[in-house]
């Protein structure tokens, strides 16, 4: 079955810029989207399709896809921003969602 | 405004079959493209993706879990139903409902409903 693997955690300082990995077999030919999700809250979509944002999310959230890696990169990271973020695919039906990743925010 | 709510047992004993109802507004399942999913997240773990129905009545599966769930919809109340059945301990988790349109993320998220699996 195909999987999706984030690090564990990433910390970042504020102002600097966080990246979050996500790898996957040809993942590159999919399409990836990531969600933020803060405790005790639902998750919240954060780009969609490689590198689009929804409305309302701030334009800091930015998001690639190539080869086997998706990327979700957050510049100018605020403390708002800690959470966990889970990278999603789709793998000819299934759903997939990556293992997720804590970011902390020092 | 769309907005997805989930309902159903708070606690289930071992063996016992799950089910869950998603009731939803905002949209309709019968529009062409539409999907509703179901996801669900034990205690401090990740999300895991359970099943997916779309407007035509197109149902997926996690393969893992397929022969325990069913995903049924009832476009007349703005419903989705899920079974699980055999329940077990580990199935002990938060379960959510989510918003699709075909192959593209989950763009709006139910509150989730927790489920907990004891004797």
């Known amino acids: 079955s195909y999987e999706l693997t984030q690090p564990p955690s990433v910390s970042v300082s504020p102002g600097q810029t966080a990246s979050i990995t996500c790898s996957g077999d040809k993942l590159g030919d999919k399409y990836a989207c990531w969600y933020q999700q803060k405790p005790g809250q639902s998750p919240v979509l954060v780009i969609y399709q490689d590198s689009k944002r929804p409305s309302g999310i701030p334009e800091r959230f930015s998001g690639s896809n190539s080869g086997n890696t998706a990327t979700l990169t957050i510049s100018g990271t605020q403390a708002m921003d800690e959470a966990d973020y889970y990278c999603q695919a789709w793998d000819s039906r299934p759903v997939v969602f990556g293992g997720g990743t804590k970011l902390t925010v020092l | 405004q769309i907005t997805l709510k989930e309902s159903g047992p708070t606690l289930v004993k071992p063996t016992q079959t799950l089910t869950l109802t998603c009731t939803f507004s905002g949209f309709s399942l019968s529009t062409s493209g539409v999907g509703v999913g179901w996801i669900r997240q034990p205690p401090g773990k990740a999300l895991e993706w359970l099943a997916l129905i779309y407007w035509n009545d197109d149902k997926r599966y996690s393969p893992s879990l397929k022969s325990r769930l069913t995903i049924t919809k009832d476009t007349s109340k703005n419903q989705v139903v899920l079974t699980m059945t055999n329940m077990d301990p580990v199935d002990t988790a938060t379960y959510y409902c989510?918003?699709?349109?075909?192959?593209?993320?989950?763009?709006?998220w139910g509150q989730g409903t927790m489920v907990t699996v004891s004797s």
């Open positions: 989510a918003h699709t349109v075909v192959e593209d993320a989950f763009d709006i």
